[in-house]
Nanobody
Framework: QVQLVESGGGLVQAGGSLRLSCAAS????????MAWFRQAPGKERDIVAR????????DYADSVKGRFTISRDNAKTTVYLQMNSLKPEDTAVYYC?????????WGQGTQVTVSS
């Protein structure tokens, strides 16, 4: 089992920045790809960014490229999402996910609200 706890969400003005954290417990994340998803009211949950288990491969949704950065620490227990130049359309609940060939785990989500 992997337990994921997100933090760092909040209210920010357009153009501002936030840094989300996802702390894992239960086992090392070394064998898991990590991803951030987001879900706005009335919309589906969409992937925002993903980093491979090794950290060498990262992918971003087109809507956040150049503004968001996903990273993971060397101990493989925490994943971050640095969000810059935030826009009102970035408003959503952000979820952390750990993915292996066998299992997918989710955190409880953290609210990000960007005011115009």
């Amino acid at each position: 089992q992997v337990q994921l706890v997100e933090s760092g969400g909040g209210l920010v003005q357009a153009g501002g920045s936030l840094r989300l954290s996802c702390a894992a417990s239960g086992r090392t994340l070394r064998n898991y790809a990590m991803a951030w998803f987001r879900q706005a009211p009335g919309k589906e949950r969409d992937i925002v960014a993903r980093v491979s288990g090794s950290g060498r491969t990262v992918d971003y949704a087109d809507s956040v490229k150049g503004r968001f950065t996903i990273s993971r620490d060397n101990a493989k227990t925490t994943v971050y999402l640095q969000m810059n130049s935030l826009k009102p359309e970035d408003t959503a609940v952000y979820y952390c996910s750990a993915q292996s060939s066998r299992s997918t785990y989710w955190g409880q989500g953290t609210q990000v609200t960007v005011s115009s």
